[in-house]
């Protein structure tokens, strides 16, 4: 399985990034009652709170914000 990934840091990232799951709840409530600053700061409570890596977490809370349709992507 080591030979998989090109370093231990890309399989780290994979796996955790596997692991990290955003309750739709949470989601609806950042993208619909937060402002910008309010949203950051409860990003970075849930990595924290979880243990995930806030780097990981925000590229998980972007895809999922597009697949829901929070952020339009055709500008």
């Known amino acids: 399985?080591?030979?998989?990934f090109c370093s231990r840091n890309c399989?780290?990232?994979y796996f955790q990034l596997i692991a990290i799951q955003v309750p739709k709840p949470f989601l609806k409530r950042i993208f619909v009652f937060c402002?910008?600053?309010q949203r950051d700061a409860e990003i970075e409570n849930f990595a924290h709170r979880h243990g995930w890596r806030l780097d990981l977490l925000r590229n998980k809370i972007d895809e999922l914000a597009i697949d829901h349709g929070y952020v339009n992507t055709s500008l």
């Open 1 to 4: 399985m080591s030979k998989a």
């Open 11 to 13: 399989k780290e990232n």
């Open 35 to 37: 402002t910008q600053e």
